[in-house]
């Protein structure tokens, strides 16, 4: 028989604020792109390092690889900082698109069920797990 979660109303935030608990580790956040695309993940690092990592091309993470083929993001950044806009710019300009949806989950588990509630709830575009369509079976 399958374990039943019991949410209490603290534990999932209807409407949280952008740029809120950036200094917070142990947090589920949302990223949420121009063009409506969404990515819902964990950390225990601070959501400041995190937007920072997801910034950078070489770690390949589903919010990197978009914002780095999303005509709406690229044309949105380039309106705001023009067309080499700065390390710091990108960062600022990134970090405005995350919310932390709950913050304080110290413990791993915590946030992984949060992650899979949040994930399962609103099904997010970019969470879509598609690498297993290449593997085949023998």
């Known amino acids: 028989q399958p374990s039943k979660i019991e949410l209490k109303d603290t534990d999932v935030q209807e409407h949280p604020e952008r740029n809120s608990n950036l200094s917070n580790g142990g947090v589920v956040y949302e990223f949420t792109c121009f063009c409506a695309s969404k990515y819902i993940c964990e950390t225990y690092q601070k959501l400041s390092r995190r937007i920072q990592q997801h910034q950078q091309p070489s770690r390949k993470s589903a919010i990197s690889l978009h914002i780095k083929s999303c005509e709406t993001y690229q044309r949105t950044l380039t309106a705001e900082y023009g067309s080499e806009p700065t390390p710091k710019q990108q960062i600022n ?40 369509r290449a593997i085949s079976l023998i």
């Open 93 to 132: 300009f990134i970090g405005k698109q995350f919310v932390a949806r709950s913050t304080g989950l110290t413990n791993y588990h915590n946030r992984k069920t949060q992650e899979a509630i949040f994930i399962r709830l609103e099904r997010p575009e970019l969470n879509a797990q598609v690498a297993h």
